[in-house]
């Protein structure tokens, strides 16, 4: 499900999501593997990426499906990914996203939560659970909000549409466009390990996280249980 390496000559940990078949869609195990993959790793930059032709498809609708309608499994799978979000949040390391191909949903929310964000030509995002009566609530309506303005959170989140990399770059989804987002990577991780801890615990002061998550968990759990029906049609 993850595939890692070290760079200790750079101190870089690559992240990689490895369900390529699936999209790299994360199931609960799959959170927990990448939880612990985040707060073991000690390097001073993480790269984060996905396998395959796609970053994240985001929740696997099977472990969304398995949650019957039951509001309250629901809102432990939305803490659970909130939790694996605010592990790459709050690492003291910095989390660079590498984005190749799809990122869908909650992986776009993972995306969120890192540091910087750098996409290829061919990366393309989206949150569609909307669609079919859903949001992802990995902590991105907190987050996305904060990365590219109200306005255009709006209209992202409400519309269900997918974005190219040029759009993405002008909303501020992304910071940068790289035929290899590694190379970012390597760039910071050659300044300073403890300026860049020191930098990243000053611009990720937040102190509102926690309620806004929990009103966001609250939500999601009811959504999955009126929506229940609709999500099976989906899987179906």
């Excluded at 996409?119 to 902590?139: H, K, Q």
């Amino acid at each position: 499900m993850i595939e890692q390496e070290v760079d200790t000559d750079r101190s870089i940990r690559t992240v990689a999501l490895d369900r390529p078949d699936a999209r790299n869609a994360l199931t609960v195990a799959g959170l927990e593997t990448l939880e612990r993959a985040i707060n073991d790793a000690d390097e001073t930059v993480i790269y984060l990426t996905g396998n395959g032709p796609a970053f994240c498809a985001g929740a696997d609708l099977s472990a969304v499906g398995d949650l019957d309608g039951d509001r309250e499994r629901a809102v432990e799978f939305a803490r659970l990914g909130q939790r694996v979000a605010r592990a790459i949040e709050d690492s003291p390391a910095v989390v660079v996203a590498g984005i190749d191909g799809p990122a869908r949903g909650g992986g776009l929310e993972l995306a969120l939560a890192c540091d910087v964000r750098v996409g290829t030509r061919d990366s393309t995002y989206g949150e569609p659970g909307v669609t079919f009566g859903l949001f992802g609530a990995w902590g991105g309506t907190v987050r996305l909000p904060r990365v590219v303005g109200e306005g255009d959170a709006l209209e992202f989140a409400l519309s269900g549409r997918t974005v190219d990399a040029d759009e993405a770059l002008r909303m501020g989804l992304i910071s940068r466009i790289e035929d290899d987002p590694r190379t970012v990577a390597e760039t910071i991780a050659e300044n300073a390990d403890d300026a860049l801890a020191v930098l990243k615990r000053r611009l990720r002061d937040d102190r509102e996280r926690a309620t806004q998550e929990r009103l966001e968990a609250e939500a999601f759990g009811e959504l999955v249980e009126s929506h229940a029906k609709d999500i099976d049609a989906v899987l179906e």
